[in-house]
C-alpha cells in the first residue's frame, strides 16, 4: 500500500494544518464533512516514522467510526428537519387531536353507523306452552300514551323466532294459517298478560288491553318471550295491526327484507317503511293505571313524530341515543338525567345518533328527545 502523503505545513487546499482544521471545525462542529477525520490523521502522522504502519490502522478505525457516526446524523437530520408541509400536517393533526380529546370522541360517524350499532334482536328459545316469568312490578315504563304508546325497551325490547328467517318465510310467514298454529294458548298468556300489566303499572281491566306482540308473528316475532310481549292499550284490532299487516305483504312481495320489517316495528311502528298514519295520530286515547297522565292534560295533535332508544357505549362510556323521526334536517335537542343535554342534527331520513354523556349508573332513567315539532320519551 503506498504510503499516504500529507502536507503538514499547507494540507490539501494550500493552507496550514491548524487553519484548515479551525475552518473545518467552524463550518462542519461534528466534524462529518471531513474536519474531524483530518484532526485525526494529521495527529496520527505527526508521530516518529517507524509509528506508521500503526498509524495506519489507526487512521482507518478513526475514518470508519466518524463515517458510521456521521451518516446517523444524516439519516437523524432528514427526518427531523421540518417542511413546511410537514409543520402544517403536524399542526392540523395537532388540532385535530385536541378537538377530539374535548368532543370525547375521535370524530362522528356517518349517520348509519348508529342504526348499525343498536342492538341486534336476540332469538329467543321459550316455550310456547309454558307460562314464562315477566318483569317486576312497576319496573317497566311505556312510551306515549294510549293506541299509539310504546313498549318500554328495556323490558320489551323485542325477541325473534328462529325458525324464521330470510330463508324460510315461503315455508312460514308468507304461508296461510301459519301464525295460528304457532300462536301460544291462552291458558299461557292470561296468566302472562296480567303480570305483564302489573310489570307496566297497568291497573285497568285487562279487556282494555291486548297482549302485544312487539314484532308480531307474521314477521317473525318471538311466539312467547317477555321481552317480546306487553300490555298494550286498546283491544284488537288496532291501528298497530294494520302496520303489522302491509310489512308483512312487503316482505312476502320481495319489496322489503325480514331484517328491515323486524327491525323497523320494533324501533316504532309510526316510522316504520310504508306506513302512512293519518291525522288521528293525534287523538291520543287516556292510559289507565300508574302511567296516566295528569287528569286535564291536553291532547295536542300534531303529525311530527319520533321515538327514542339508548344503548351504552362501553368504548367511549356514554350513551348513544338513537332518534328516529319524520322530522328530517332538524336540531335534536336530548335531556337526560340532572338536566344534561346533548345536541345533533336529524338526517334526511329522521335520523339521528346523539351523544349523551352519562355513565353506566344512569340505566333506566328517562330522557327526552326534542327534533322538530315532536317530542317523545325514552329510558337510558
Not at 144 to 171: F, K
Not at 214 to 230: F, K, T
Not at 308 to 326: C, K, L
Not at 359 to 373: E, F, K, L, W
Request: proline share 9%.
Amino acid at each position: 500500500m503506498p504510503e499516504l502523503r500529507v502536507n503538514r505545513d499547507h494540507g490539501a487546499m494550500g493552507m496550514t494544518g491548524g487553519a484548515r482544521r479551525e475552518r473545518l471545525r467552524s463550518d462542519d462542529p461534528a466534524g462529518c464533512s471531513g474536519g474531524g477525520a483530518s484532526a485525526a490523521i494529521f495527529a496520527t502522522m505527526r508521530g516518529p516514522r517507524h509509528r506508521r504502519p500503526k498509524a495506519r490502522a489507526l487512521i482507518a478505525t478513526a475514518l470508519a467510526i466518524v463515517l458510521a457516526g456521521c451518516g446517523q446524523q444524516a439519516t437523524s437530520t432528514h427526518t427531523t428537519a421540518p417542511t413546511a408541509s410537514s409543520a402544517s400536517t403536524a399542526s392540523t393533526s395537532s388540532a385535530a387531536t385536541s378537538e377530539a380529546s374535548t368532543a370525547g370522541r375521535p370524530g362522528r360517524r356517518p349517520a348509519h353507523a348508529g342504526k348499525e350499532g343498536e342492538r341486534a334482536l336476540a332469538y329467543s328459545t321459550a316455550s310456547a306452552q309454558i307460562v314464562q316469568p315477566q318483569p317486576a312490578p312497576g319496573s317497566c315504563h311505556a312510551i306515549g300514551a294510549g293506541l299509539y304508546s310504546r313498549p318500554d325497551p328495556h323490558c320489551t325490547p323485542g325477541a325473534l323466532n328462529p325458525a324464521v328467517t330470510q330463508t324460510t318465510i315461503e315455508q312460514t310467514i308468507c304461508r296461510d294459517g301459519w301464525t295460528n298454529a304457532v300462536r301460544p294458548p291462552e291458558s299461557v298468556t292470561e296468566p302472562e298478560k296480567q303480570a305483564s300489566m302489573a310489570a307496566y303499572g297497568d291497573t285497568g281491566p285487562p279487556s282494555a288491553y291486548e297482549y302485544d306482540h312487539l314484532v308480531p308473528l307474521e314477521l317473525g316475532g318471538a311466539v312467547n318471550d317477555p321481552r317480546n310481549l306487553w300490555p298494550e292499550p286498546g283491544s284488537s284490532p288496532n291501528p298497530k295491526d294494520a302496520v303489522e299487516d302491509e310489512l308483512n305483504r312487503e316482505v312476502c312481495d320481495g319489496r322489503l327484507t325480514l331484517h328491515e320489517a323486524q327491525r323497523a316495528i320494533a324501533t316504532d311502528w309510526l316510522t316504520a317503511p310504508g306506513t302512512s298514519p293519518g291525522p288521528e295520530l293525534g287523538e291520543v286515547p287516556p292510559r289507565t293505571g300508574a302511567g296516566a297522565a295528569p287528569a286535564g292534560t291536553p291532547t295536542v295533535s300534531s303529525p311530527a313524530r319520533c321515538a327514542v332508544t339508548a344503548s351504552y357505549n362501553d368504548r367511549y362510556h356514554d350513551y348513544d341515543v338513537y332518534v328516529h323521526s319524520n322530522q328530517a334536517s332538524q336540531t335534536v335537542t336530548v335531556t337526560g338525567p340532572g338536566g344534561r343535554t346533548a345536541t345533533w342534527h336529524t338526517d334526511a331520513s329522521g335520523y339521528a345518533d346523539v351523544y349523551l354523556n352519562a355513565g353506566s349508573d344512569a340505566a333506566g332513567q328517562m330522557i327526552t328527545a326534542r327534533v322538530g315539532n315532536a317530542s317523545c320519551q325514552g329510558a337510558l
